[in-house]
C-alpha cells in the first residue's frame, strides 16, 4: 500500500503542467474507461481501519468518480455499499462493484434515472432489501453543462436535467430515505466550490450546489433531533467521467490550474472527507456543516 504522500505525489504526476489534462470530450455522463489518464480513485492507496464496520450506505453517482472512491473507501472500512447509476453506465458499476467485493464487503447495484420520482421513492427501498437497511446516504449523483456560452443559450432540456437531477431528485430520494434512517444514521451531500465561486459557464448548475448547501444545514436542523446528522462535502476541480463529458475538450488542458495548489484533484483525495462525516464516532457532534476539498479554494 501506498503511504499518503504516495498518493499527493502520484495525483500531481498525473496532471500536466498548466494543472489539468489532455484536450478529450465524452458525451455524458462520459466512463472512466475513455478517459486520459484514468482517475486515482485510492484503489492502489486507500487503506481502512474499521471505521464504518457494519454501516450500510446507499451512494447515487456511485459507478464512477468521487462516488467510486467514496464506494472503495467505505467498503475498506467495514460498510456494504448500494451503488445508484445510469443503465448506461453499468460498466463503470460492475467495475466498483468488483473493487467493493474485493474488500469482502456487500455491494447492492441499482441502476436507474433518478430524474424519474418513482425511481427515488423506490431506491432507499432496494438498498434495504439488498443490504438489509441504510445508515448513511450519500446524495452524490450530479449534472452540469459547462458548453453554454450565456443565459441566453441556455436550452430547457440542459437546464431540466441539471436542476431535477441535482436538487429535485435530492429532495425526492432524501424524503424517501429518512424514514429508514435510525438514530446515529447520517445523510452527506456532495456540493461544489461552484456554491461559493460561481462560474459563469455553469449558472444553472451553480445554483443548484448554493442550494444543497442551504438545504444541509436546514434540513440537519430539523433531524438533529432524531440523531441524525446532515452534513456535505464541496469538492474542487477533481478529474472525473463529469469534466470531459460536460466541459470544452480543450479547456480540460488548464481544469484545475487556478487553485492554491495549482492542480485538479483525484477522487482519492475527496474520499476521506465523507468518510470521516460518516463515522459515528468521529464525527459523533458534527452536524449541518460542509467540509471544502478544493485545493486551497475558500468554502465561506
Ligand atoms: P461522475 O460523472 O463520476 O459522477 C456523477 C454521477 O451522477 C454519474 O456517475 C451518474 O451515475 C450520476 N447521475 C447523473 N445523472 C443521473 C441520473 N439522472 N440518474 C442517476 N444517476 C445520475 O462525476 P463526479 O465529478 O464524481 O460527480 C459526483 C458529484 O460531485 C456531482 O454531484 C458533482 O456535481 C460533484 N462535483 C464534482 C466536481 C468535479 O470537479 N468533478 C466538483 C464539485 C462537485
Ligand atoms: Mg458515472
Same mark, same amino acid.
Given at each position: 500500500?501506498?503511504?499518503?504522500?504516495?498518493?499527493? $505525489?502520484?495525483?500531481?504526476?498525473?496532471?500536466?503542467?498548466?494543472?489539468?489534462?489532455?484536450?478529450?470530450?465524452?458525451?455524458?455522463?462520459?466512463?472512466?474507461?475513455?478517459?486520459?489518464?484514468?482517475? %486515482?480513485?485510492?484503489?492502489?492507496?486507500?487503506?481502512?481501519?474499521?471505521?464504518?464496520?457494519?454501516?450500510?450506505?446507499? @451512494?447515487? /453517482?456511485?459507478?464512477?468518480?468521487?462516488?467510486?472512491?467514496?464506494?472503495? +473507501?467505505? =467498503?475498506?472500512?467495514? $460498510?456494504?455499499?448500494?451503488?445508484?447509476?445510469?443503465?448506461?453506465?453499468?460498466?463503470? +458499476?460492475?467495475?466498483? #462493484?468488483?473493487?467493493?467485493?474485493?474488500?469482502?464487503?456487500? &455491494?447492492?447495484?441499482?441502476?436507474?434515472?433518478?430524474?424519474?420520482?418513482?425511481?427515488?421513492?423506490?431506491?432507499?427501498?432496494?438498498? &434495504?432489501? =439488498?443490504?438489509? /437497511? &441504510?445508515?448513511?446516504?450519500?446524495?452524490?449523483?450530479?449534472?452540469?453543462? $459547462?458548453? !453554454?456560452? /450565456?443565459?441566453?443559450?441556455?436550452? %430547457?432540456? %440542459?437546464?431540466?436535467?441539471?436542476?431535477? !437531477?441535482?436538487?429535485? #431528485?435530492?429532495? *425526492?430520494?432524501?424524503?424517501?430515505?429518512?424514514?429508514?434512517?435510525?438514530?446515529?444514521?447520517?445523510?452527506?451531500?456532495? !456540493?461544489?466550490?461552484? =456554491?461559493?465561486?460561481?462560474?459563469?459557464?455553469?449558472?444553472?448548475?451553480?445554483?443548484?450546489?448554493? #442550494?444543497?448547501?442551504?438545504? !444541509?444545514?436546514?434540513?440537519?436542523?430539523?433531524?438533529?433531533?432524531? /440523531?441524525?446528522?446532515?452534513?456535505?462535502?464541496?469538492?474542487?476541480? @477533481? *478529474?472525473?467521467?463529469?469534466?470531459?463529458?460536460?466541459?470544452?475538450?480543450?479547456?480540460?488542458?488548464?481544469?484545475?490550474?487556478?487553485?492554491?495548489?495549482?492542480?485538479?484533484?483525484?477522487?482519492?483525495?475527496?474520499?476521506? $472527507?465523507? &468518510?470521516?462525516?460518516?463515522?459515528?464516532?468521529?464525527?459523533?457532534?458534527?452536524?449541518?456543516?460542509?467540509?471544502?476539498?478544493?485545493?486551497?479554494? =475558500?468554502?465561506?
Amino acid at each position: 500500500m501506498a503511504s499518503t504522500s504516495d498518493v499527493a $505525489a502520484a495525483a500531481a504526476r498525473k496532471v500536466n503542467e498548466n494543472g489539468g489534462f489532455p484536450t478529450q470530450e465524452q458525451t455524458p455522463p462520459g466512463l472512466t474507461g475513455e478517459m486520459n489518464p484514468r482517475p %486515482d480513485h485510492g484503489e492502489q492507496s486507500y487503506v481502512g481501519h474499521g471505521r464504518l464496520r457494519g454501516l450500510r450506505a446507499l @451512494i447515487t /453517482g456511485g459507478d464512477s468518480g468521487i462516488g467510486r472512491a467514496v464506494a472503495i +473507501a467505505f =467498503a475498506r472500512e467495514g $460498510a456494504s455499499v448500494a451503488l445508484s447509476y445510469l443503465d448506461s453506465e453499468e460498466e463503470d +458499476a460492475r467495475e466498483t #462493484a468488483e473493487l467493493v467485493r474485493a474488500a469482502d464487503e456487500e &455491494v447492492a447495484l441499482l441502476p436507474g434515472d433518478l430524474m424519474q420520482r418513482t425511481v427515488c421513492g423506490e431506491l432507499p427501498g432496494r438498498a &434495504v432489501q =439488498a443490504l438489509g /437497511g &441504510v445508515d448513511v446516504l450519500i446524495n452524490n449523483a450530479g449534472f452540469q453543462m $459547462a458548453r !453554454t456560452p /450565456g443565459i441566453e443559450e441556455l436550452r %430547457d432540456e %440542459d437546464l431540466n436535467r441539471v436542476l431535477t !437531477t441535482n436538487l429535485q #431528485a435530492l429532495f *425526492w430520494l432524501t424524503r424517501a430515505t429518512v424514514p429508514l434512517l435510525q438514530r446515529g444514521s447520517s445523510i452527506i451531500n456532495t !456540493t461544489s466550490i461552484q =456554491a461559493y465561486e460561481p462560474s459563469t459557464t455553469l449558472l444553472d448548475y451553480a445554483a443548484t450546489k448554493a #442550494a444543497i448547501n442551504n438545504f !444541509t444545514v436546514n434540513l440537519a436542523g430539523e433531524l438533529g433531533s432524531r /440523531g441524525i446528522r446532515v452534513n456535505a462535502v464541496a469538492p474542487g476541480p @477533481i *478529474w472525473t467521467p463529469l469534466q470531459p463529458a460536460t466541459q470544452e475538450g480543450e479547456h480540460l488542458e488548464t481544469f484545475g490550474g487556478d487553485t492554491p495548489l495549482g492542480r485538479a484533484g483525484q477522487p482519492a483525495e475527496v474520499a476521506p $472527507a465523507y &468518510v470521516f462525516l460518516a463515522s459515528p464516532a468521529e464525527a459523533s457532534y458534527v452536524s449541518g456543516t460542509v467540509i471544502g476539498v478544493t485545493g486551497g479554494k =475558500a468554502v465561506f
